[in-house]
């Protein structure tokens, strides 16, 4: 296949899943008895510039959290925990920032890696559950977000302050924060810097599985764990090695919220995040790329959803039936698209065949 | 072995007349004016090469297919299948290559599964079972496990079944592949008892002595078309294979010694166990030298898979060492083994030895992800592995449009070309081959086996497992028999036959000639 149709190929099943997700929503809001019209016409109207910003902020943490699910992916491996790693990094990270025991920016950067670190340790449990006791990491990690949660909670009392009915870590010296930058001229919200995060990780992310043999050893295994094996691919070693990985990415997803707008960790903090960012990496099919599209997708969706029920008076819960039906119809429209695929290109190995063949006859 | 004179009357409508067949889908062989007819209470063989087309006409006969063109005519009158259960209907059975029993049941149960409404499943089944493995000398217990089955007799409870079914004509797929040589003349036997009772049989080889044994005609597919049918008293084998591939045959032989005395592997006491701790493998010793190839003969299941995985790295030994070019490497990984010179050809390559859903290039990285030319330290060369795979696609003649090309989209036997070529890169000293060429053409298989005496000449060290014992005869410098995990007999190729190897390898002689 040429480069051109390949794209267009590519292109064609998300297309697909969007335009039955648009009428699985539309038949779903009309026997809600709300206007479908009302709702395509907040959801296609222009945002404002602040919610340009908004979106820009949405789409980096939801990339991360992506990216996350989308490196144990590659590998068939289903860290539903990212969730849970997410929640014990940012909180372990807060209260190592909140201490100050560094100076400035040499503060966050150690911040950063005791989040990741926090994130890694968390899913760690679950590698190691499964390598030494062969217990399915989709079981494990599902009930370590359940336990970080509560976990999260349980330490917060004792380690932060009350703050009204609440508690919050210690609020980061202001000499750690990362200050955020203007997207839109003019506007006064902004983007965080550390949403920055999210292109480093990105590229972190595309070099190191498509250009390192370590990539290389996870996609083959991703691909055919038997054929793996034969190749001298240490399983068991590959799926500690990429749950770490995913529970150190699943650790940035924090990251550029507690330095550029909470500065602490507390009942503020965003949930569902990293469950989420399972259904952004399914949608961009665990691809950097795809990923970012997937994640700007789920980030507009949200955002251009929140005046739903004041303009339209209707419940924005309706958006995450959207995400969900685009989601699965993705997966359908992915499969479909791969089997039409493998047979072009049987059909295109059929035709060099032929080809070969007349030629051989006509000189014997 | 005279063939059997030609049953059945030469004015009765044909039991099966395919015409003008034809059925295209993308990608593979498809058929094309296919003609045959096939004479009721008579063995009908179907020869051809690998992807000539034999699948799929039994398909089309079976049921599972429809032809794009053509028809079919049963007894005279002409069908339409739009299931294999219109085809059963009509007293057609077919019986897999790949036996399509439940292990855990046994054979009664097995027999009668989704048969339930023809004799029941209680008395009246077991008294019909019965009536037709007495009928036909099966010999086969409807009350045992099927598990506790040998290879043979799983094969006739596939017969039982298309029998029970009320089938007249019994498409057989590949029968004796998996068949050692005294079980073929058992199922041999089977077959003309079936044939004098008036059943037809359908018989899909490409081994074709047997074909001239037991077939009374044989109709030649190539490329998806009928070339000819014969009679096996008017042709030899070597007519045959020529009608099959248009071309002189290739035989595999592996001429002067070229066995040195420099010791590449040796295994002592070896044992491997299963999960519940039973030895797989036990007290295996062997030593391969440089140049030389040992063949492992052995009925499926006596521990060849798990030889060939404890040498490779894929299974740790219990017990035993395994030294490869003076290194022990017992408590080695697969990777450092492969660092070490081990090339591995497996006995599944699409489980085993590809990525089917990535690009060719890539594959080529599969099993040398830490040697040039397709990594630079810990960085993949994708250049030099692309270069590559241009080089082994050429030499090879693995055909392709592409690099780019995913594995799945290519043939087996290019696939299996294309691996041989992969596990001879980067000069390996000891080459694992499981099956080489087990289901690829006679093309393909000619260039495997000059590939393998190639890399012989040059000081390979060849450790050859394979059910095909022409091609063990054929490679081999020594020839080992696996019998219950254990290495039985030594033989040497030169003097050996199909029928000795046989013996050894049921277990039948237990003497062990030199």
């Known amino acids: 296949m040429t480069t051109v149709r390949r794209l267009m190929v590519g292109a064609a099943a998300p297309a ?60 068939n491996l289903f860290n539903i925990g990212v969730e849970g790693q997410y929640r014990v990094a940012t909180f372990a990270g807060a209260v190592f920032a909140g201490q100050a025991l560094l100076p400035g920016a040499l503060n ?20 190691l559950l499964r390598v030494l006791r062969g217990v399915s990491e989709v079981i494990s990690t599902i009930m370590l977000n359940a336990i970080a949660v509560s976990l999260v909670a349980f330490l917060l009392q004792k380690v932060g302050r009350r703050q009204g009915e609440t508690f919050r ?41 498509n250009r390192t043999r370590f990539g290389f050893d996870l996609r083959a295994t991703g691909h055919s764990e038997s054929a793996a094996v034969a190749s001298g691919v240490n399983v068991r070693r590959m799926v500690v090695y990429t749950l770490l990985l995913s529970g150190a990415v699943a650790g940035l997803i924090g990251m550029p919220e507690l330095f550029g707008g909470s500065h602490a960790y507390g009942s503020t903090i965003q949930t569902g995040i990293g469950f989420t960012g399972i259904a952004v990496a399914l949608l961009g099919r665990n691809h950097p790329w795809g990923i970012a599209v997937a994640a700007l997708i789920f980030g507009y969706l949200n955002q251009q959803a929140s005046p739903l029920g004041v303009t339209a008076d209707i419940s924005t819960e309706i958006i995450a039936v ?3 039906v685009v989601v699965l119809s993705v997966v359908i429209a992915y499969e479909v698209v791969r089997r039409y695929r493998v047979r072009a290109e049987q059909a295109e190995v059929a035709r060099q065949l032929r080809r070969e063949r007349g030629a051989q006859a006509v000189s014997p | 072995m005279s063939p059997d004179a030609v049953a059945g009357g030469g004015n009765a409508a044909p039991a099966v007349r395919l015409t003008g067949i034809a059925k295209r889908f993308p990608g593979v062989v498809a058929n094309s004016d296919v003609d045959v007819e096939i004479r009721p209470g008579t063995v009908h063989a179907l020869v051809g090469e690998n992807g000539a087309g034999k699948s799929t006409l039994m398909k089309i006969l079976y049921g599972v297919q429809k032809p794009d063109e053509g028809t079919i005519s049963i007894a005279g009158e002409e069908v339409a299948f739009a299931s ?3 085809a059963i209907a009509r007293g057609i059975g077919m019986v897999f290559q790949h036996f399509q029993l439940a292990d855990n049941l046994s054979v009664l149960e097995n027999v009668v599964l989704g048969a339930e409404r023809l004799h029941g499943i209680g008395a009246r089944a077991r008294t019909e079972i019965e009536r037709i493995s007495a009928a036909y ?78 077939a009374d005609e044989i109709t030649v597919l190539r490329r998806g078309t009928t070339v000819a049918t014969v009679t096996p008293d008017t042709v030899t084998a070597h007519e045959l294979a020529e ?22 592997l040796e295994v002592r006491g070896l044992r491997v166990d299963d999960a519940a701790g039973r030895a797989l493998l036990d007290d295996v010793d062997l030593v391969i030298r440089a140049g030389e190839v040992l063949g492992v003969a052995g009925v499926e299941g006596n521990g060849q898979t798990e030889l060939v995985e404890a040498v490779v790295g894929m299974r740790s030994a219990v017990a035993g060492t395994i030294v490869l070019a003076g290194t022990d490497v017992t408590r080695r990984g697969t990777r450092e083994r492969r660092e ?13 030895g590809l990525l089917l859903d990535a690009a060719l290039w890539e594959n080529r990285i599969l099993g040398h992800q830490t040697r040039p030319p397709s990594v630079r330290g810990l960085w993949l060369d994708r250049g030099g592995a692309r270069a590559d795979t241009e080089r082994i696609v050429d030499a090879y003649d693995v055909r392709t449009p592409g690099v780019d090309t995913t594995a799945r989209a290519l043939s087996g036997g290019n696939q299996q070309k294309f691996l041989v070529g992969r596990e001879m890169s980067g000069d390996p000293v000891l080459l694992v081959a499981s099956h080489p060429t087990r289901g690829v053409d006679v093309g393909a298989q000619a260039a495997i086996w000059e590939s393998i005496r190639a890399a012989r000449r040059r000081g390979l060290a060849v450790l050859l497992v394979s059910a095909d014992l022409d091609e063990l005869i054929g490679l081999s410098d020594t020839i080992r028999v696996v019998l219950r995990g254990r290495l039985a007999g030594t033989f040497d190729p030169r003097t050996v036959t199909p029928l000795e190897l046989g013996s050894a390898m049921t277990g039948a002689d237990a003497s062990e000639p030199a």
């Open chain 1, 16 to 75: 697909l899943a969007f335009v039955v997700a648009a009428a699985v929503t539309s038949v779903v809001l009309v026997a809600a008895g709300d206007s479908p019209a009302d709702f395509w016409r907040v959801l296609l109207s222009a945002p404002d510039p602040r919610d340009y910003v908004a979106i820009a902020n949405a789409t980096a943490v939801l990339y991360l959290s992506g990216l996350a699910a989308a490196i144990g992916f590659r590998m």
């Open chain 1, 108 to 127: 966050t950067a150690a911040t950063i890696l005791v989040a990741m670190a926090a994130g890694a340790a968390w899913a760690g449990i679950a590698a």
């Open chain 1, 169 to 209: 870590t210690d609020t980061i010296p202001e000499s750690s924060w990362v200050p955020s930058f203007p997207l839109v001229p003019g506007e006064s919200s902004q983007v965080y810097g550390l949403a920055l995060l999210a292109v480093v990780a990105g590229v972190g992310f595309a070099v190191l599985l």
């Open chain 1, 322 to 324: 959207t995400q969900g």
């Open chain 2, 84 to 86: 294999p259960a219109d």
């Open chain 2, 137 to 214: 000398g099966f010999a086969l217990d409807p009350d045992e496990l099927v598990e506790t089955l040998g290879v043979g007799q799983r094969q006739r409870v596939e017969i039982v079944k298309v029998l029970y079914r009320g089938a007249r004509v019994i498409i057989l797929d590949e029968p004796t592949a998996v068949l050692v040589p005294q079980e073929v003349d058992a199922l041999f036997a089977n077959l003309r008892e079936l044939k004098s009772e008036g059943h037809t049989l359908v018989f899909i080889s490409h081994k074709l002595d047997e074909v001239l044994a037991i």
């Open chain 2, 243 to 264: 009608l099959m591939v248009g071309a002189e045959l290739p035989t595999p032989s592996s001429g002067e010694s070229t066995v040195t005395d420099r010791t590449v």
């Open chain 2, 340 to 352: 070490s010179g081990v090339g591995y050809i497996p006995e599944d390559r699409q489980r085993h």
